[in-house]
């Protein structure tokens, strides 16, 4: 008798786990379906003839997004970066949004870790807390072709 209960229980224990992992892949599940992570928001994908013309990259700049936080929509291109010179008070942190309408670029800012590729058809992050003041020189690492080693931008932090 007392070997039947507990086999009961263990037995309860086994189908309310089931039940409780069941719900969170469906939980899950259905989430990641409302939010497909291919979509063509400003957090995904592009399509790399229409840079140009899709926002945020329309009018590429700088928009300040709350206290010491701003917001850089950025284009690459052969040989340029858009916009090329930038600057914010020291202590900002800049989310970093940037895409290429050509080809593969880098974007690698000098004395700090970042470094990433630019790629085209796809929307690339970074953030980074500029505490020093100074001038920061941003250069592609990607060799890209001709123009490669004059391709750079400026962020000056004051
Ligand atoms: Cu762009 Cu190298």
């Given at each position: 008798m007392?070997?039947?209960?507990?086999?009961?229980?263990?037995?309860?224990i086994?189908?309310a786990?089931?039940i409780?992992?069941?719900?969170i892949?469906?939980i899950?599940g259905f989430?990641m379906g409302?939010?497909?992570p291919?979509?063509?928001?400003a957090h995904?994908r592009?399509?790399?003839?229409?840079?140009?013309?899709?926002p945020?990259?329309?009018?590429?700049?700088?928009?300040?997004?709350?206290d010491?936080l701003y917001e850089a929509?950025?284009?690459?291109?052969?040989?340029?970066f858009?916009?090329?010179?930038?600057?914010?008070?020291?202590?900002?942190?800049?989310?970093?949004?940037?895409t290429?309408?050509?080809?593969?670029?880098?974007?690698?800012i000098?004395g700090?870790?970042v470094?990433?590729?630019?790629?085209?058809?796809?929307i690339n992050?970074?953030?980074?807390?500029f505490?020093k003041?100074?001038?920061?020189?941003?250069?592609?690492n990607e060799?890209c072709g001709?123009?490669h080693?004059?391709?750079?931008?400026?962020?000056i932090?004051?």
């Amino acid at each position: 008798m007392q070997i039947h209960r507990l086999e009961k229980i263990w037995l309860s224990i086994g189908i309310a786990m089931l039940i409780i992992f069941l719900a969170i892949v469906g939980i899950s599940g259905f989430a990641m379906g409302m939010n497909p992570p291919t979509s063509d928001s400003a957090h995904g994908r592009i399509d790399p003839t229409k840079v140009d013309t899709t926002p945020p990259f329309d009018k590429p700049g700088l928009i300040q997004a709350g206290d010491n936080l701003y917001e850089a929509n950025m284009t690459a291109y052969l040989f340029s970066f858009d916009p090329g010179e930038m600057e914010i008070p020291a202590g900002s942190t800049v989310m970093f949004n940037i895409t290429s309408k050509d080809v593969v670029h880098g974007f690698s800012i000098v004395g700090t870790t970042v470094n990433m590729m630019v790629t085209p058809g796809e929307i690339n992050h970074l953030s980074y807390k500029f505490d020093k003041p100074g001038e920061y020189l941003v250069l592609c690492n990607e060799y890209c072709g001709t123009g490669h080693e004059v391709m750079q931008a400026r962020i000056i932090v004051k």
